[in-house]
């Protein structure tokens, strides 16, 4: 059967929808961010080319948040060392409120 319906009586439908946004359009040219190791197995290394980070957010594939920093400065290292291997997500803040995303692995 089409329209996602089947004929043992259960009825699946699937919707995908997408929010497009210019965010990353409106980042400097220069914006420059090193993230390392990923996949990460103890510490997790963040450089920043300028100081403007004022938030930095690990958050599980929920959107839990798991740990969070304020005013980082350009240079940050985490201990992910008591995270459970899996899949995270980097969510850095800066001054002007812009967000960056960045997906992480942890072995």
Partial sequence: M???GYDSGIF???STSF???NLTNSLPNDF????FPN?????LTINFKENNF???KILNYLGQK???DKNTGQHKVIDMSSFNN???FLRLETSDHKVITKKLIKQ
């Fill in 39 to 43: 996949p990460v197995i103890k510490n």
């Fill in 19 to 21: 929010l497009e946004s």
């Fill in 86 to 88: 899996g899949v995270y």
């Fill in 32 to 35: 420059s961010i090193r993230i």
């Fill in 12 to 14: 699946l439908e699937a």
């Fill in 66 to 68: 798991l740990y969070e």
């Fill in 2 to 4: 089409g329209d996602g």
């Fill in 54 to 56: 004022t938030n930095v």
